[in-house]
């Protein structure tokens, strides 16, 4: 006994001669680390202030051995005596987790490399593996298809074998999809990133993304909202991509007081337009189409309003398109048949607008002046007449106003006396009209609305001055209303001063009278 015990000092003591080092020796190489669980891959949740504790298993080799921690440069960032690591304790990243066996004094310590320093004075060995984790902080992001939409809709009849293609903004090394009915319904949950449309029912759908860590919890009939998908944490997207499978349906379309029969205004902007409904419960696309009473496209409107301002005079109609896929209506073409890519449904009725554009045209008055003046003391000269320039065939009406446009008088008489209304200037406005004017004396002309249908005023006014002029009483300078004048060769004059203006007047000089 003794001698093989001198023997092995001797053995000892020539691998150390011979500078053979500790990591020559066989003391580890070729075993295995994995987590207790199985697999060689984890993902815990960063910031999340809960434990995030991993147990792993080595072997076999029976030899004393400790856990190391590194970053993915092989730096040491931990030693633990533990099979066990809380990794709550670290930054979000990617670490690796190994196992080193060891004989003699342990080396090795945080900050040092596993693969190039020497982790114990005697022998040591990694193992040939290592454990990934991933330590992260779950981002849902934000989804869209492929071409960058949110929503595609599809026609029940289409049996195309396409899958929509999926994708996210979010970096997350764990990502799924979940699938929902419009409610929030979980119908499943899947890593793929796209769905076939081909095995969708008829209905709308939802996809989610779900970022997580930890063990996914069964979630189908679940909602989505308040369900909890893992173990551990987990994030949804921001957004969800919406699946529409149905049958375009056009139904009926109307004014929102149910009416389908309008008149409108062309040239009052502010009443020319009209809100529309639809009743359609397709959750398809859906327009409206302005054409003329040929069914032919005038617009298509991008919401559901009209806005008739400038279309000349005659009736057009409103229809109401369903439709999936892209438009194919276009203006100037006849609102039929099949009128987008995929598949279209016209609404079963129309809206008929009757459109009146009225043009009151230029006001007149024995000329092109657009300012005159009247005597008041003259009884013959305080009628004027008055025209407009509309060649319509609507009611014709004039307006007398103040400088302020209130109006002072109504007249469906072209001809109008200016006697008796107030105010030094006078305006005139002519109007045409179709219905019943609800304008009265004492209302601002522009704040009020003129008539119960269409009208239009002129542009312009024109301005009437009234004067009274007064003759008043003729005396001389001296205030005498006679005098006697004797005329010589000599240059005479007078002065005449008169009660109306005050003016003098200068008699002329005669050099002889006959």
């Excluded at 590194?70 to 066990?84: A, G, K, M």
């Excluded at 997207?237 to 062309?266: E, M, Q, R, W």
């Excluded at 032919?296 to 109401?320: C, H, M, N, S």
Aim: charged letters at 20%; glycine letters at 8%; proline letters at 4%.
């Amino acid at each position: 006994m003794k001698h093989y015990l001198y023997l092995w000092v001797l053995l000892c003591l020539s691998f150390t001669s011979t500078g053979l080092t500790a990591q020559s020796l066989n003391c580890g190489e070729g075993t295995q680390i994995a987590l207790t669980s199985g697999g060689t891959e984890a993902f815990t949740c960063a910031g999340d202030q809960n434990p995030d504790r991993l147990n792993f298993r080595t072997g076999p080799f029976y030899m004393p051995y400790v856990i190391l921690v590194t970053d993915e440069q092989d730096i040491i960032l931990e030693v633990s005596n533990v099979p066990n690591i809380d990794f709550e304790q670290y930054d979000p990243g990617k670490y690796r987790v190994w196992a080193l066996y060891y004989k003699g004094r342990l080396l090795a310590k945080p900050g040092m490399n596993a693969q190039t320093d020497v982790l114990a004075n005697y022998c040591y060995g990694l193992t040939d593996d290592f454990v990934t984790v991933t330590h992260f902080i779950p981002d849902g992001g934000v989804l869209s298809f492929s071409n960058s939409s949110t929503t595609h809709y599809i026609c029940a009849n289409d049996t195309t074998t396409e899958k929509l293609a999926l994708q996210t903004d979010s970096k997350s090394p764990v990502y799924r999809y979940v699938l929902t009915d419009g409610k929030g319904i979980v119908l499943d949950v899947f890593a793929e990133p796209s769905v076939s449309l081909r095995n969708l029912p008829l209905g709308v759908f939802r996809i989610y993304g779900l970022s997580y860590a930890g063990a996914l919890n069964a979630s189908k009939g679940q909602n989505v909202g308040s369900f909890i998908f893992s173990s551990s944490c987990f994030e949804l997207s921001d957004n969800y991509l919406s699946v529409i499978k149905t049958d375009p349906d056009g139904a009926k379309v109307a004014l929102p007081d149910g009416n389908t029969h309008t008149f409108v205004c062309g040239n009052l902007p502010d009443v020319s337009s009209r809100e529309l409904i639809t009743n359609t419960t397709s959750p398809a696309l859906y327009t409206f189409l302005l054409t003329d009473d040929q069914n032919k496209i005038i617009q298509i409107l991008p919401t559901a309003k009209v806005d008739f301002t400038g279309l000349p005079t005659g009736e057009y109609r409103i229809w109401g398109l369903s439709y999936i896929g892209t438009l194919t209506a276009e203006v100037g073409k006849i609102a039929s048949g099949k009128l987008s890519t995929s598949c279209s449904d016209l609404s079963d009725n129309f809206i008929r607008a009757t459109v009146y554009l009225l043009d009151a045209g230029q006001i007149s008055s024995g000329g092109n002046d657009t300012t005159t003046t009247i005597c008041l003391n003259d009884p013959v000269t305080t009628f004027r007449a008055f025209v407009v320039s509309s060649n319509g065939q609507e009611k014709q009406h004039f307006i007398v106003t103040d400088l302020d446009n209130r109006i002072l008088a109504l007249s469906g008489d072209a001809m109008i006396n200016f006697r008796n209304l107030p105010g030094e200037y006078n305006r005139v406005w002519g109007a045409t009209h179709i219905g019943n004017i609800q304008a009265k004396v004492g209302d601002l002309l522009f704040a009020t609305t003129f008539a119960d249908s269409c009208y239009s005023i002129t542009k312009q006014a024109i301005t009437i001055r009234k004067r009274n002029p007064e003759g008043g009483r003729l005396t001389l300078s001296d205030g005498s209303t006679d005098q006697l004048l004797c005329f010589t060769a000599e240059y005479h004059k007078s002065r005449l001063s008169t009660t109306g203006t005050g003016r003098q007047l200068r008699i002329p000089p005669y050099r002889s009278l006959e």
